[in-house]
């Protein structure tokens, strides 16, 4: 219904605040420059600047919100009065309503809770032309009308009565209906202006808290124009003290004698060292050299090795291919020998079939034989 400019999620701005604080942080660490070994009295000072910054931050927005509390607490607490007065309102025009316009002489219903209702509207009987008796009473037959001219009178009048009781039923209605339009439309002018006086309320909270954090911004602002200013000034004064140091130090010095560690003589300061010496270069040639020769000499006694291995690899390969010819010829003599053998024994063999075909199994057995034979094993 009514915009309001809320601040951003603190927890949605928390992780970006977070990584610009880490890369400030590494920056003035990783800087060294300006990296102070110890403690950093001046960060420890921005950091508890920042802390009441943010605490005063903090404190503002609480009781903004708790100014606006109380303010949404009085606007529900009026429209509260305002709607149980507009609810009595109402119940009391409903009630006056019921006793004026609905009396129990009035009402035109059959009571069905009233079950005697038809006996007491016929009392006791009165004389012949009683009006409660009707034709099953046989106290009057067809064709007697003897109050005729009253009974039409009386129509008359109930007719009058109930068509002035419609028409001032109407007009009440119109007259209701007309005080219900009236008092709506107090109610939503009511509406509207509370709705005004909210919407007021809101853009005066929302300049306020603009205002808070405008202030903020701006000191924060000034506050970091005022480090950046300092670091600048630390850092042209890191500078002209690094130029004054190279030009009083022996820095840029050609004299050897600097580098010269003083605990370890045989090391150098990488600082301050300015190349090898002449004689240092010769000696590092002439130790090269050397190397040469010894890298030579090895070269050559490993080729030598490396030749007399492969002679030994060759002679080892010839005996084994003569060894391999002997075992080959010692096997085919051996496949000839046995060869020999076995048709000297298969000559014996047929010779000895023959000899016992001939001489030994010269009966052939019969079917008594067999016969016979199967007798006697039972």
């Known amino acids: 219904m009514y915009q309001v400019d809320l601040p951003p999620d603190p927890k949605e701005v928390a992780p970006t605040e977070a990584r610009n604080q880490e890369k400030e942080r590494q920056s003035r660490f990783f800087n060294v420059r300006t990296r102070v070994m110890g403690v950093d009295v001046e960060a420890l000072n921005n950091q508890v600047e920042e802390r009441k910054l943010q605490e005063a931050t903090e404190r503002s927005k609480k009781a903004a919100y708790g100014t606006n509390q109380v303010q949404y607490d009085l606007v529900a607490q009026m429209l509260e009065k305002e709607e149980a007065e507009r609810t009595r309102r109402l119940a009391k025009k409903v009630q006056n309503f019921r006793e004026q316009r609905q009396q129990l002489r009035n009402r035109r219903e059959f009571d069905f809770w009233d079950s005697n209702q038809l006996w007491r509207e016929f009392p006791a009987y009165l004389g012949d032309n009683a009006p409660y008796y009707g034709q099953a009473s046989l106290q009057c037959f067809s064709g007697e009308d003897l109050e005729r001219a009253a009974c039409l009178r009386m129509q008359q009048e109930q007719f009058q009565y109930s068509l002035e009781r419609q028409l001032q039923e109407q007009q009440q209605a119109r007259v209701d209906e007309n005080y219900t339009d009236m008092l709506d439309d107090q109610l939503r002018l009511a509406v509207d202006m509370r709705a005004a006086q909210l919407a007021k309320l809101e853009e005066s909270c929302r300049i306020a808290m603009m205002a808070a954090t405008a202030n903020a911004n701006k000191a924060q602002a000034a506050k970091l124009a005022e480090r950046q200013r300092r670091e600048h000034q630390r850092q042209q004064e890191a500078n002209l003290v690094e130029v004054q140091n190279q030009i009083t130090s022996d820095l840029l010095a050609e ?124």
Not at 305 to 318: G, H, R
Not at 322 to 328: A, G, R, S, V
Request: aromatic content about 8%.
């Open 255 to 378: 004299n050897p004698q600097v580098a010269q560690n003083p605990v370890a003589p045989h090391r150098v300061l990488p600082y301050c060292w300015k190349g090898m010496t002449p004689e240092q270069r010769a000696t590092i040639k002439k130790v090269q050299e050397t190397h040469h020769h010894e890298k030579e000499a090895q070269r050559q006694a490993e080729q030598a090795l490396d030749a007399k291995w492969e002679s030994q690899a060759i002679n080892l390969a010839q005996a084994a291919m003569e060894l391999e010819e002997q075992e080959k010829e010692l096997c085919a003599e051996f496949r000839r020998g046995l060869g020999s053998f076995n048709q000297q024994l298969a000559k014996e063999q047929k010779a000895q079939q023959n000899y016992l075909n001939s001489l030994i199994y010269t009966n052939q057995p019969t079917a008594q034989y067999h016969l016979q034979f199967n007798t006697n094993s039972r």
